[in-house]
């Protein structure tokens, strides 16, 4: 009889223990019962193996089951065995430095730099307490020091020191002049203002406004809430600067974005809650975390994390309209139409709700609403002369209006319309290749003129080489043109730009049984009817059977 000793034997009734718990807890999560299952999880011994084994299953239940706690634990583990979150002394370091406490401030800083995920933001926060202290600050020691994300995060610490201070028109000089991508610059405008309006800082919420370039009318929203604000202010005292927690917020905001962008959601998420925690209801983190979550198949925690938000709050409307994007993008359009027609009727100016709303009408065969929806937004565009001024800027609004109206008109069976507001939208806007796109193979599908299509689809394609669908396009123009072999070239290319693209394929399989290559055209066909909707697929199924009888001349 093999007698064990105390250590083997602990060590043998951890094994069996974190057996038994692990089996229990895909039991609840087979069941679909996420909370028990995280228990069961969390209740195994903290052991190496086991953190590295489960720490994914505990990452996805924690957050199904909305336990921050859990979420945050379960990373730092993942990250650094035993290593306590550093949330909380983040907090205690912005509290510390509002109290002028540096030497709190300081132990802080210390506590994050022996914690897990947070320990990048050593270094910045190293330099807001000693430029409270009057201290020098070297920037490009500290960007030298913050290897990791220094190339992003760089141009954002001036502007969160200068936040700080209460340095508004620093803080407009450097948001004008930082090399910041255009949404993110909104973005962090955005938070700054709320902020502002909030602590009844007007002065800086107004010199901050011009900053924001979403809407004309998010100006006037804005303009309207600021006066709102500064009544109010009049009868309170107007919080004081510096505001340590608003500036990290902020700060830990844009790093949440960071991560996000870059799919990486866990941290995405942890850092989101931070700032939450730094600044309730600013806004931005709240905005963030909630298109994690759609993204993640979450819905109903995003609409909760929606909730959160005053509806006068700046990001509202727009986390608003991007839930309903994100539910739509996620293939949910019958889902996502009850929301869509409730942003339209509360931001009726926001021409994005509206384009959403067309969109869903579209997908759903709702022509005539969709068209009654965008009309009058076309017709504004147009203005009373019914021409626009001509534009390179192809990133506006604009274009969007365009092409959803004459896609409404084109699928409800009126390509005329469909193509005198192409025409219209392509000489104002000359180097959008989408448009140029639509245009083009709307020309090719109708009977236009092959020559003036094929043009067109040549200068999308050169001004978006790696986008499969119009490269599908200019290939479809040399195959109705019976250029078999640069038909090949082009739509076999759009097929691996684009593989999960029904229709390329189904124009794939056309092209070689064109060229006499009937084995691969059929294996085209077979792959473009796995990847369409059934009603699709009928023309799709006789190639199959019949081949292709005649060639579409």
Known sequence: MLLLTPQLAVAKNEEINSALLFFEAKKWEILGEDRRALNAYLAMPKTAENIGAISENINKLALRSNDWDALINSYNQMEIIGKSPAEAPILYYADAMQRRDWKGARGAIDQIDMAGIYKFSVPILTAWLDNAQNKPINWQDISAKDNDISDYLFPDQAVFLALSRGEVDKIAKLISGANFSEVRRQNMVMAIIHHAQISGDV??????????????????????????????????????????????????????????????????????????????????????????????????????????????????????????????????????????????????????????????????????????????????????????????????????????????????????????????????????????????????????????????????????????????SLGWAYYLNKQYDMAEHFIEKASRLDPNNGEIFDHLGDVYWSNGRYVDARYAWRSAANMLPKEKTDNIIKKLDFGLMTVAN
Do not use: C
């Open 203 to 472: 002065n800086m919420a107004n010199s901050l406004l011009p900053y924001i370039a979403i809407a004309g009318e998010y100006k006037i929203e804005k303009a309207f809430q600021i006066k709102t604000h500064e009544k109010k202010s009049k009868s309170k005292a107007a919080q004081k600067f510096p505001d340590y927690r608003t500036g990290l917020a902020v700060y830990f905001a844009n790093i949440a974005k960071i991560f996000a962008d870059e799919e990486i959601e866990i941290p995405a998420l942890i850092f989101a809650r931070v700032a939450q925690n730094l600044a309730p209801g600013l806004g931005y983190s709240e905005h963030i975390a909630m298109n994690i979550l759609v993204q993640n198949e979450m819905e109903p925690q995003a609409r909760a994390m929606l909730s959160i938000l005053d509806k006068q709050n700046p990001f509202y409307s727009v986390s608003k309209v991007e839930l309903v994007h994100n539910i739509v993008e996620k293939g949910n359009s019958l889902d996502a139409l009850p929301l869509a027609e409730q942003v339209v009727e509360e931001y009726p100016k926001i021409d994005a709700a509206k384009i959403l709303l067309a969109q869903i009408y579209t997908d759903l065969g709702k022509w005539k609403q969709a068209q009654s929806l965008l009309k009058p937004s076309y017709e504004q565009l147009m203005g009373q002369d019914g021409k626009a001024a001509t534009s390179n800027d192809t990133n506006s609004k604009d274009e969007s209006i365009y092409l959803r109206y004459a896609g409404t008109l084109d699928m409800g069976g009126d390509w005329p319309a469909a193509q005198a507001i192409l025409e219209n939208a392509v000489e104002r806007f000359p180097n959008n290749a989408y448009l140029l796109n639509y245009l083009g193979f709307g020309l090719l599908e109708n009977g236009g003129d092959r020559a003036r299509a094929v043009s067109l689809l040549k200068k999308a394609n050169n001004l978006e080489p790696d986008n499969g669908a119009i490269m599908d």
